[in-house]
Nanobody, 126 residues
Framework: QVQLVESGGGLVQAGGSLRLSCAASGRTFSNYTMGWFRQAPGKEREFVAAISRSGGGTYGDSVKGRFTISRDNAKNTVYLRMNSLKPEDTAVYYC????????????????????WGQGTQVTVSS
């Protein structure tokens, strides 16, 4: 079992920045590919970013150039730095994890992640 706890959400004005954190516990963090997803009211869950065990990142088209995913294996934590925030970024943001043998693989489909956090709300005002 892996437990994931997100933090760092809140209310921010358009153009502002936030950094989300996801703390993992229960297993060897470095063995897991990590991802961030978001879900706005009335919409499907959307892929935001993923990071491989080796640190390579993949991003959804709507956040490329604005968001950065990173990980600190010593702290068992994955981060999502969000810059130039827009009202359409408003959503609940979820952290996800999946154990992977391949060090350089990132995962995009939500269905492939085994573990999920409870989410943190991000609200961007115009």
């Amino acid at each position: 079992q892996v437990q994931l706890v997100e933090s760092g959400g809140g209310l921010v004005q358009a153009g502002g920045s936030l950094r989300l954190s996801c703390a993992a516990s229960g297993r060897t963090f470095s063995n897991y590919t990590m991802g961030w997803f978001r879900q706005a009211p009335g919409k499907e869950r959307e892929f935001v970013a993923a990071i491989s065990r080796s640190g390579g990142g993949t991003y959804g088209d709507s956040v490329k150039g604005r968001f950065t995913i990173s990980r600190d294996n010593a702290k068992n934590t994955v981060y999502l730095r969000m810059n130039s925030l827009k009202p359409e970024d408003t959503a609940v943001y979820y952290c996800a994890a999946d154990r992977q043998a391949a060090a350089d693989r990132t995962i995009v489909p939500a269905t492939e992640y085994e573990y999920w956090g409870q989410g943190t709300q991000v609200t961007v005002s115009s």
